[in-house]
C-alpha cells in the first residue's frame, strides 16, 4: 500500500490522496471508536476505485472525510494539491438513500446546487441536458415521493454530476436497488464516468459490482479500517460477469476476505430478490459484512 | 361432506346466487333514488310540520311581531331548499355524472333539515325547551336579517382583528421558531421562557394587555398574536431541529452556504411541522378573539354575543354563534386550502 502511495499522480488536480488517515468519534456511550487508523490510498485522476470490507471498516467514514463532511483526527487527504479543508461542490457524494428533498421537483432537485451557488441561470440548459443523459425527462416535474427506487437514485446521480464535479463519491449507491436495476444502473454509472472522465469513489458490499465496475479495489481491514490489500482489476471494459479473469478476481477477492473455502464461497452469493410486504425490494444476500463473525483473529 | 362435493358445488346453488345478485342491483338503484330525492323529503316534511302544526310557544311582544307573514324567513328558506334539492334530483337523473356527488352530499344535506324540523318542533311547536333561551330557528333567522347590518359591521372588526393578530403572531412564532431550531444557543435560553410563559392561556393576560395598551384593538391584537405566537414557534422549533441531518449533508456536499441551509433545507423541510403549528395557532386565536371582544374589545362578533346577551335577545346570540361557525371554519378552511398548496409534494395528508 505504501508503494501505492508513491505512484500518485500529483500533477492531475482530480486525483486524490490519503496518507495515513485516521478517524476517532465518540460513540452514543460516550466510548471512543477508532473508525479508520493510518489508512493510506491514492487514487490517479478519472480512475474508478471501490472500497471493500467488513461492516464497520469505516468505509462510509472514509468517504465523508473525502467529502469534507467530517474532518480526520489524524493524517492528511488532499485533492490534487489541496487540502481537503470542508465540504465543496468540486466533490460530490451520493448515498445509498437517494435523499432528494422531497419539496423539490426532480428538475428543482438537480438544480439546487446551481441554486446554492448562484450559477442557475447561466447554466440551466444543462439541466435539461442532465435530466435527458439519466433518462428522466418524462419525470421531470414529478415529486421524488412519486419516483421508483431507480428513477430516485438516477436523479440523485444527476444532483451530483450537475456541479462536474472532479471526484464524484459513491457510498452504496446501488445498495437499495433490486438486482435487474442496479445491475442496469452499474452500467449507467459506467456510462456517465466514461463520458466525464470523473474520478469515482465507490463504497460497496457487492463483490461483483466492484469488479464489474472498478479500475481498482481497495480492500479494508475491519476496524479501525486501513487499506489491507489493492487489487487491479486487469479485465478490458465491457466486462462479462462470467468471464474467467472475473471469477478468478472473485475468488481472490473472497479468499482475502477469508471466505474461501466455506460451503457458501463455492457459489459465492446465494441471491434472492422479494418485495416486503410494503412493496419495496429487499435482498437478502451472503456477503462479507453479514459474516463478520467469520473472520479470524487480526494478524 | 367427501373432497368431491367441495369440488363440485350443487347446480342450484349457482341460480341461488344470481338472484340476490340480481336484486342487489335493484336495490343498489333504489338506494339511488332514495339518496338523490332525500333532501326534497327531508324539506317537505320539515315545510310541513312548520306550516300545519300549531306554535305552542308564547312569543313575547319584540321586534319579530312587526314582520309580515310572507317575510318569516324559516318557511322561505325551507321552501327554497325544498326547490333546489327537486331540480338537483332532477339533475341527477338526467346526467349520471352528477351522481356520485348527488349520493355523497345528499343524506348530509337531507339530515341538516331533519336537524332544523326537530328545532322548529322541540321548540316553537311542542315549547319542550324554555323561552326566551331556545327560540325556534324562525326566529334566529329573523334576528340575522333584522341585525344584518350590525352583525355584517361586527364581522368585518372580528376579522381585522383575528387576522391581525394572527398575522404578528405567525410572523414572530416563524422568527423565534427558526432561531431556536437552528441555533443551540438561542435554544438554550429561549425553551425555557417558552415552557414557563407559553402554557398559561393567551386571555390570562387581559388585564395586563389592558393597562399595556391605550387601544383595546392593539390589546386584541397582542393578545391573540401571543396566543398564535406559542404553537407556531414550538412547532417550528421542533420542526427544524428534527430535520433529517442527510439532507444538510446532501446540500454541503452539493456547495450550500448557511443561508441556503437554513431558508432551502431547513425552513421547507420543516414545513409540514410548521402548518401543525399554524392550525393550533388558528384555534387559539378564534378563542382568544371572542375571549377579547366579551370583556375589552368593544366591537365584533363577542361584543355582540355579550351585548345580545344582556337583552335576553337569545335569538340573536344564536344568530352570532351562526356567523361565528360559518366565519371560522372558512378560516379553517381557507389555512387547509393553504396547507394543501403549499404541502403539494407531501404524500398522505388528512382531508378537510
Given at each position: 500500500?505504501?508503494?501505492?502511495?508513491?505512484?500518485?499522480?500529483?500533477?492531475?488536480?482530480?486525483?486524490?490522496?490519503?496518507?495515513?488517515?485516521?478517524?476517532?468519534?465518540?460513540?452514543?456511550?460516550?466510548?471512543?471508536?477508532?473508525?479508520?487508523?493510518?489508512?493510506?490510498?491514492?487514487?490517479?485522476?478519472?480512475?474508478?476505485?471501490?472500497?471493500?470490507?467488513?461492516?464497520?471498516?469505516?468505509?462510509?467514514?472514509?468517504?465523508?472525510?473525502?467529502?469534507?463532511?467530517?474532518?480526520?483526527?489524524?493524517?492528511?487527504?488532499?485533492?490534487?494539491?489541496?487540502?481537503?479543508?470542508?465540504?465543496?461542490?468540486e466533490?460530490?457524494?451520493?448515498?445509498?438513500?437517494?435523499?432528494?428533498?422531497?419539496?423539490?421537483?426532480?428538475?428543482?432537485?438537480?438544480?439546487?446546487s446551481?441554486?446554492?451557488?448562484g450559477?442557475?441561470?447561466?447554466?440551466?440548459?444543462?439541466?435539461?441536458?442532465?435530466?435527458?443523459?439519466v433518462?428522466?425527462?418524462?419525470?421531470?416535474?414529478?415529486?421524488?415521493?412519486?419516483?421508483?427506487?431507480g428513477?430516485a437514485?438516477?436523479?440523485?446521480?444527476?444532483?451530483?454530476?450537475?456541479?462536474?464535479?472532479?471526484?464524484?463519491?459513491?457510498?452504496?449507491?446501488?445498495?437499495?436497488?433490486?438486482?435487474?436495476?442496479?445491475?442496469?444502473?452499474?452500467?449507467?454509472?459506467?456510462r456517465?464516468?466514461?463520458?466525464?472522465?470523473?474520478?469515482?469513489?465507490l463504497?460497496?458490499?457487492?463483490?461483483?459490482?466492484?469488479?464489474?465496475?472498478?479500475?481498482?479495489?481497495?480492500?479494508?481491514?475491519?476496524r479501525?479500517g486501513?487499506?489491507?490489500?489493492?487489487?487491479?482489476?486487469?479485465?478490458?471494459r465491457?466486462?462479462?460477469?462470467?468471464?474467467?479473469?472475473?471469477?478468478?478476481?472473485?475468488?481472490?477477492?473472497?479468499?482475502?476476505?477469508?471466505?474461501?473455502?466455506?460451503?457458501?464461497?463455492?457459489?459465492?452469493?446465494?441471491?434472492?430478490?422479494?418485495?416486503?410486504?410494503?412493496?419495496?425490494?429487499?435482498?437478502?444476500?451472503?456477503s462479507?459484512?453479514?459474516?463478520?463473525?467469520?473472520?479470524?483473529?487480526?494478524? | 361432506?367427501?373432497?368431491?362435493?367441495?369440488?363440485?358445488?350443487?347446480?342450484?346453488?349457482?341460480?341461488?346466487?344470481?338472484?340476490?345478485?340480481?336484486?342487489?342491483?335493484?336495490?343498489?338503484?333504489g338506494?339511488?333514488?332514495?339518496?338523490?330525492?332525500?333532501?326534497?323529503?327531508?324539506?317537505?316534511?320539515?315545510?310541513?310540520?312548520?306550516?300545519?302544526?300549531?306554535?305552542?310557544?308564547?312569543?313575547?311582544?319584540?321586534?319579530?311581531?312587526?314582520?309580515?307573514?310572507w317575510?318569516?324567513?324559516y318557511?322561505?328558506?325551507?321552501?327554497?331548499?325544498?326547490?333546489?334539492?327537486?331540480?338537483?334530483?332532477?339533475?341527477?337523473?338526467?346526467?349520471?355524472?352528477?351522481?356520485?356527488?348527488?349520493?355523497?352530499?345528499?343524506?348530509?344535506?337531507?339530515?341538516?333539515?331533519?336537524t332544523?324540523?326537530?328545532?322548529?318542533?322541540?321548540?316553537?311547536?311542542?315549547?319542550?325547551?324554555?323561552?326566551?333561551?331556545?327560540?325556534?330557528?324562525?326566529?334566529?333567522?329573523?334576528?340575522?336579517?333584522?341585525?344584518?347590518?350590525?352583525?355584517?359591521?361586527?364581522?368585518?372588526?372580528?376579522?381585522?382583528?383575528?387576522?391581525?393578530?394572527?398575522?404578528?403572531?405567525?410572523?414572530?412564532?416563524?422568527?423565534?421558531g427558526?432561531?431556536?431550531?437552528?441555533?443551540?444557543?438561542?435554544?438554550?435560553?429561549?425553551?425555557?421562557?417558552?415552557?414557563?410563559?407559553?402554557?398559561?392561556?393567551?386571555?390570562?393576560?387581559?388585564?395586563?394587555?389592558?393597562?399595556?395598551?391605550?387601544?383595546?384593538?392593539?390589546?386584541?391584537?397582542?393578545?391573540?398574536?401571543?396566543?398564535?405566537?406559542?404553537?407556531?414557534?414550538?412547532?417550528?422549533?421542533?420542526?427544524?431541529?428534527?430535520?433529517?441531518?442527510?439532507?444538510?449533508?446532501?446540500?454541503?456536499?452539493?456547495?450550500?452556504?448557511?443561508?441556503?441551509?437554513?431558508?432551502?433545507?431547513?425552513?421547507p423541510?420543516?414545513l409540514?411541522?410548521?402548518?401543525?403549528?399554524?392550525?393550533?395557532?388558528?384555534?387559539?386565536?378564534?378563542?382568544?378573539?371572542?375571549?377579547?371582544?366579551?370583556?375589552?374589545?368593544?366591537?365584533?362578533?363577542?361584543?355582540?354575543?355579550?351585548?345580545?346577551?344582556?337583552?335576553?335577545?337569545?335569538?340573536?346570540?344564536?344568530?352570532?354563534?351562526?356567523?361565528?361557525?360559518?366565519?371560522?371554519?372558512?378560516l379553517?378552511?381557507?389555512?387547509?386550502?393553504?396547507?394543501?398548496?403549499?404541502?403539494v409534494?407531501?404524500?398522505?395528508?388528512?382531508?378537510?
Open positions: 500500500m505504501v508503494s501505492d502511495v508513491a505512484t500518485s499522480a500529483d500533477g492531475e488536480a482530480s486525483s486524490l490522496l490519503a496518507r495515513d488517515v485516521g478517524k476517532r468519534f465518540l460513540a452514543a456511550d460516550g466510548a471512543a471508536v477508532q473508525a479508520l487508523d493510518g489508512l493510506s490510498l491514492a487514487i490517479t485522476a478519472g480512475e474508478l476505485v471501490s472500497l471493500i470490507g467488513p461492516s464497520g471498516c469505516g468505509k462510509s467514514t472514509l468517504l465523508r472525510l473525502i467529502a469534507g463532511l467530517d474532518a480526520p483526527t489524524s493524517g492528511e487527504l488532499r485533492i490534487g494539491k489541496e487540502p481537503i479543508a470542508g465540504p465543496g461542490a466533490r460530490g457524494l451520493m448515498f445509498q438513500d437517494p435523499n432528494l428533498f422531497p419539496w423539490l421537483s426532480v428538475r428543482r432537485n438537480i438544480e439546487a446551481l441554486a446554492a451557488r450559477t442557475l441561470r447561466a447554466r440551466r440548459g444543462e439541466v435539461d441536458e442532465l435530466i435527458k443523459l433518462g428522466l425527462e418524462a419525470f421531470a416535474e414529478v415529486y421524488p415521493h412519486q419516483l421508483s427506487g428513477m437514485q438516477r436523479a440523485a446521480l444527476a444532483r451530483a454530476l450537475v456541479n462536474h464535479p472532479k471526484v464524484l463519491l459513491l457510498d452504496e449507491p446501488l445498495g437499495a436497488l433490486d438486482q435487474f436495476t442496479r445491475m442496469r444502473m452499474q452500467d449507467e454509472v459506467l456517465l464516468w466514461q463520458a466525464r472522465g470523473t474520478t469515482m469513489v463504497v460497496t458490499h457487492d463483490i461483483d459490482e466492484a469488479i464489474y465496475m472498478s479500475d481498482r479495489i481497495a480492500l479494508l481491514t475491519a479501525p486501513r487499506v489491507e490489500r489493492v487489487i487491479t482489476v486487469a479485465d478490458p465491457p466486462r462479462q460477469r462470467n468471464s474467467p479473469v472475473f471469477l478468478e478476481l472473485r475468488a481472490e477477492i473472497l479468499e482475502r476476505l477469508h471466505f474461501a473455502g466455506s460451503a457458501e464461497a463455492g457459489s459465492a452469493r446465494a441471491e434472492t430478490d422479494m418485495s416486503t410486504a410494503d412493496g419495496s425490494p429487499t435482498s437478502h444476500r451472503i462479507p459484512d453479514k459474516m463478520s463473525h467469520r473472520r479470524p483473529r487480526q494478524v | 361432506m367427501s373432497l368431491k362435493d367441495l369440488e363440485s358445488p350443487p347446480i342450484i346453488t349457482d341460480r341461488r346466487e344470481s338472484r340476490p345478485a340480481l336484486d342487489l342491483a335493484a336495490r343498489r338503484g338506494q339511488a333514488m332514495a339518496a338523490a330525492l332525500s333532501p326534497a323529503v327531508a324539506a317537505l316534511a320539515a315545510l310541513s310540520l312548520h306550516q300545519f302544526l300549531p306554535d305552542r310557544q308564547v312569543l313575547p311582544m319584540t321586534w319579530a311581531d312587526s314582520l309580515s307573514a317575510l318569516h324567513p318557511p322561505v328558506l325551507l321552501a327554497t331548499l325544498l326547490a333546489t334539492s327537486l331540480i338537483a334530483a332532477a339533475a341527477q337523473g338526467a346526467w349520471p355524472r352528477l351522481r356520485p356527488w348527488g349520493r355523497h352530499h345528499a343524506p348530509l344535506l337531507a339530515g341538516a333539515m331533519v332544523l324540523g326537530l328545532w322548529d318542533v322541540t321548540t316553537v311547536k311542542f315549547d319542550w325547551l324554555p323561552l326566551p333561551y331556545f327560540p325556534g330557528p324562525d326566529m334566529v333567522l329573523a334576528g340575522m336579517i333584522d341585525d344584518r347590518s350590525i352583525l355584517f359591521d361586527s364581522t368585518y372588526r372580528s376579522l381585522k382583528l383575528l387576522l391581525s393578530g394572527y398575522a404578528v403572531g405567525v410572523a414572530a412564532g416563524l422568527v423565534s427558526v432561531l431556536m431550531g437552528w441555533f443551540r444557543r438561542v435554544r438554550y435560553w429561549g425553551m425555557p421562557v417558552m415552557k414557563v410563559v407559553g402554557p398559561i392561556p393567551a386571555t390570562a393576560f387581559v388585564p395586563l394587555a389592558m393597562v399595556l395598551f391605550a387601544d383595546s384593538f392593539l390589546a386584541g391584537t397582542a393578545l391573540i398574536a401571543l396566543a398564535v405566537w406559542f404553537p407556531v414557534t414550538m412547532l417550528t422549533t421542533s420542526g427544524i431541529a428534527n430535520v433529517p441531518v442527510a439532507y444538510f449533508d446532501v446540500a454541503r456536499t452539493l456547495g450550500a452556504g448557511r443561508v441556503f441551509l437554513i431558508f432551502r433545507v431547513a425552513v423541510a420543516s409540514p411541522n410548521v402548518f401543525i403549528g399554524l392550525f393550533m395557532g388558528l384555534g387559539a386565536s378564534f378563542l382568544t378573539l371572542i375571549v377579547a371582544e366579551t370583556v375589552g374589545v368593544k366591537s365584533g362578533l363577542g361584543w355582540y354575543l355579550k351585548w345580545q346577551q344582556g337583552y335576553a335577545e337569545y335569538a340573536k346570540v344564536y344568530a352570532a354563534l351562526i356567523i361565528m361557525a360559518v366565519f371560522f371554519s372558512s379553517m378552511t381557507l389555512l387547509f386550502k393553504a396547507r394543501d398548496w403549499v404541502l409534494w407531501q404524500k398522505g395528508t388528512i382531508r378537510w
